[in-house]
């Protein structure tokens, strides 16, 4: 069953004006328009409200729940086994729980059609019971979180992200979960976790189809230092292309042969070894070799001196 609360267009005046403290008015703002709870026949009776929340109401001892006991503290006691709800302990939470969301659900209902500021006061007196019996069943089923999810392998999936849908999953549960059918919640809950960690792996999976390998801004390399080297490398060519045109380095007619056919500086030119040169021009490899370490000691006096002076 469900309640709606819509605000009214002078509803956050009086949300703000409700003449409630500074500390309650942030809780009254935070209920959600919509509640909602699991019917139950008891809720009709004018007793139940004080047999679960009376002065008279047994008090539940919810053990407090420890983040990863699995890693104690080096001078802490041996720490005793969690204690399980019993069965009627359970079922009174539950009870709490829905009857704080029905209480809560019919006042939010009133207020919508009639603001008081006296209402607004049980509403957060109700909101604060329904969160209060929540964080108790949720601290008392924690444990199942975490046992579930131990056993639970999922590719690509961390342990800290398997407990974080075991908890949705738990949360969503405990919203549903009827205690009149005579179920225990546990048996309810885990198939709840298990379906949560199933569509989590559905999930994955297609993501790891669509996405197989992870984008990491680190390994992306930038072709901006590539594409310079290759300018810088083109203008160089230019520029010794340039100095051979005009023979402004002074070199002889061999020389100038062996520069152009070596390094491929004609238009359209083919790299050649030292014994290609050699052959083509009727010379020996070292004596190719000599003329061509004298010919680019030449170039280089000449590159220096018209393109890198300051």
């Not at 420890?66 to 079922?91: G, I, N, Q, W, Y």
């Not at 050649?272 to 050699?278: I, Q």
Request: charged letters at 30%.
């Amino acid at each position: 069953m469900t309640y709606s609360f819509v605000e009214n267009s002078n509803s956050k005046t009086s949300k703000s004006s409700s003449g409630l403290a500074p500390e309650l008015q942030g809780i009254y703002r935070s209920i959600p328009e919509s509640i909602s709870h699991v019917p139950h026949e008891s809720f009709e009776l004018p007793a139940t409200e004080h047999e679960l929340f009376g002065t008279g109401s047994a008090d539940i001892d919810i053990p407090r729940w420890t983040h990863f006991p699995e890693v104690p503290d080096d001078d802490a006691p041996a720490r005793k086994a969690r204690k399980a709800l019993s069965k009627d302990e359970e079922r009174r939470l539950f009870l709490r729980f829905n009857y704080a969301r029905y209480r809560l659900g019919e006042l939010t209902d009133k207020q919508r059609k009639r603001f008081s500021g006296r209402r607004s006061e049980e509403m957060v007196r109700w909101y604060q019971h329904v969160q209060a019996t929540q964080a108790s069943i949720v601290d008392a089923n924690m444990a199942l979180v975490m046992a579930m999810a131990r056993r639970t392998r999922i590719p690509h999936v961390d342990f800290p992200e398997l407990v974080s849908e075991g908890n949705m999953a738990l949360l969503r549960a405990i919203e549903k979960f009827d205690v009149s059918r005579g179920f225990k919640f546990s048996t309810y809950a885990c198939r709840a976790i298990l379906k949560g960690f199933n569509r989590m792996a559905t999930k994955t999976g297609q993501y790891v189809q669509r996405f197989p390998t992870e984008f990491d801004p680190e390994m992306e390399r930038s072709d901006y230092d590539v594409l310079k080297h290759q300018i810088q490398q083109d203008n160089a060519v230019d520029d010794l292309r340039e100095v051979l045109s005009a023979n402004r380095a002074n070199l002889t007619d061999v020389e100038r042969t062996v520069v152009t056919e070596r390094f491929a500086l004609a238009s359209g030119g083919k790299k050649k070894t030292l014994s290609e040169v050699g052959r083509q021009i009727g010379l020996t490899t070292e004596r190719v070799r000599q003329i061509q370490k004298k010919a680019l000691a030449k170039l280089k006096t000449t590159l220096n001196e018209e393109y890198l002076a300051a």
